[in-house]
């Protein structure tokens, strides 16, 4: 079965980074695009972007330019998501999630807390 | 960029009620909507894609319609897992917006 398994929970100081990953198993990965959405506590859902897990090309949604960075080692069919020069509000849990063209996010991870306080 | 709008921000029903969420987007998006429900503390789940389409094991008294720029997400009678906020989201193309979302409690 299709499964998305993040890493656990970070606690960072300000002007940290972290690296969130998401291991996919149970289908091709290169097959189907990943996505990224963070939820701050309290919040709703926003869209992070996404990645081309065939070619590796990511597109960041506004909001999320320059200190966040989507990557991926098809070799171990692991997504990351890497945050520079963390702040306070980048408090949230983050998600991964299965992008199926033409059906929306089908399958997600279980998030992960990022947690930034000095 | 296109905007969803969501309403009402919450509702409040008894079980066994009919109820009804809507979400508008600015722009025209054919039927490439998806609904989603998130209860507390949990992850976000498909419920409905293609506006209309119900994802294999969701229960059938969840329904979505619509096209365009106006679409309804229905719960036919309302239990109480269904507690949950209800998120519509738009993936016709980048960016692929939520909506803010709505709660559902029980009254």
């Known amino acids: 079965q299709v499964q998305l398994v993040q890493s656990g929970s970070e606690l960072k100081k300000p002007g940290a980074s972290v690296k969130v990953s998401c291991k996919a198993s149970g289908y091709t990965f290169t097959t189907y695009a990943m996505t990224w959405v963070r939820q701050a506590p309290g919040q709703g859902l926003e869209w992070m972007g996404w990645?081309?897990?065939?070619?590796?090309?990511?597109t960041n949604a506004q909001g999320f330019t320059g200190r966040f960075v989507f990557s991926l080692d098809t070799s171990v069919n692991t997504a990351y998501l890497q945050i520079s020069s963390l702040k306070a509000e980048d408090t949230a849990v983050y998600f991964c999630?299965?992008?199926?063209?033409?059906?929306?996010?089908?399958?997600w991870g279980q998030g992960t807390l990022v947690t930034v306080s000095s | 960029d296109i905007q969803m709008t969501q309403s009402p921000s919450s509702l409040s029903a008894s079980v066994g009620d009919r109820v009804s969420i809507t979400c508008r987007a600015s722009q025209g998006i054919s039927n490439y909507l998806a609904w989603y429900q998130q209860k507390p503390g949990k992850v976000p789940k498909l419920l409905i894609y293609a506006a209309s389409t119900l994802q294999s094991g969701v229960p059938s008294r969840f329904s979505g319609s619509g096209s365009g720029t106006d679409f309804t997400l229905t719960i036919s009678s309302l239990q109480p897992e269904d507690v949950a906020t209800y998120y519509c989201?738009?993936?016709?193309?980048?960016?692929?917006?939520f909506g803010q979302g709505t709660k559902v409690e029980i009254k």
């Open positions: 989201q738009k993936y016709n193309s980048a960016p692929w917006t």
């Open positions: 990645i081309n897990t065939n070619t590796g090309n990511p």
């Open positions: 999630a299965r992008y199926v063209n033409g059906h929306g996010f089908d399958h």
